[in-house]
């Protein structure tokens, strides 16, 4: 892959996330990330696309360390997060929001409970299993729900909400934790389009209030062009693309996906095809560019 195509932001900016020479070879042989080197500044929101296979998944969990990574380092305000023992390593996960595609509520707990659920790195397991949450953290849960549009369903289930609503628990839940940064992967899979825009609108518009960076794993380049600051491509595991929204153009869609004819509307297209990757948004709409980035 030619990196002529790759557009690189560049930021002077302290970064909150550092990879340098991140990989990941899985038992198989598989090699899933090849030395992704990257910088996340604060308050920034980075949207990783590219095809199934990428490696998009595997990076976010390399940098909590649900993945261990082959070699390479993660490190969080210039911190390794894989150095140390395991307190280290929860202390640094504390900092860590995770919002997940399958959203990970237990489905028999209340909407209030699995939203107090992303205070556990604070309280302790006992006063957790006791449900003995400080009234402050209470009050702050309650305040999140609103934000996120469930005031009143504190004491629904889980498993009786929809998709939309289940991902809006999970977005409460990862704030609860108070972090610094979201690892978000594929928020909008499993939801309707217009769900899948309110959903991500949501997330950044919140990164934008809280300060938060965002690293967000999504697999529609529409919707990661209009609401992200910064866009990267993986192909292969590795980074072929790095810029902002604007920049993204079929040479760089072709060095992410591969040939495509990206100036066509996917309807006009005669094969009917149902596998072809995401379609772009239409490369002359004006988009909403953020400030520089890293």
């Known amino acids: 892959m030619s990196t002529a195509q790759v557009t690189i932001a560049q930021d002077t900016a302290p970064a909150l996330l550092t990879l340098q020479g991140l990989s990941k070879r899985y038992r198989t042989g598989d090699l899933a990330l090849r030395e992704v080197d990257l910088r996340v500044p604060e308050g920034q929101v980075l949207a990783l696309i590219g095809p199934s296979g990428a490696g998009k998944s595997t990076l976010i969990r390399c940098i909590n360390r649900l993945v261990e990574p082959t070699s390479g380092r993660v490190l969080l305000d210039g911190a390794d997060i894989g150095s140390g023992n395991a307190r280290t390593l929860r202390q640094h996960r504390r900092k860590l929001g995770m919002i997940f595609q399958e959203y990970a509520l237990v489905e028999r707990l209340s909407v209030m409970e699995n939203v107090l659920s992303g205070r556990l790195g604070y309280t302790g397991f006992w006063r957790s299993w006791l449900r003995k949450y400080p009234q402050h953290d209470i009050d702050q849960a309650f305040d ?151």
């Open 144 to 294: 999140f729900l609103d934000r996120v549009g469930l005031a009143g369903f504190e004491n629904k289930r889980a498993d009786a909400l929809s998709g939309g609503q289940r991902q809006r628990v999970g977005i409460a839940r990862a704030l609860m934790q108070s972090p610094r940064l979201l690892l978000v992967d594929e928020p909008t899979a499993s939801l309707d389009p217009k769900t899948a825009r309110q959903i991500m609108r949501l997330i950044c518009e919140l990164c934008r209030e809280r300060g938060l960076s965002a690293v967000i794993n999504i697999h529609d380049v529409a919707l990661a062009s209009q609401f992200a600051d910064r866009v990267v491509g993986l192909h292969k595991g590795a980074i072929v693309f790095d810029g902002v929204p604007t920049t993204l153009d079929a040479a760089a869609l072709t060095a992410i996906y591969g040939t495509e004819d990206w100036g066509t509307p996917a309807s006009a297209k005669q094969d009917g095809a149902s596998d072809r990757p995401p379609a772009s948004p239409p490369l002359d709409t004006p988009l909403r560019v953020a400030s520089a980035t890293a």
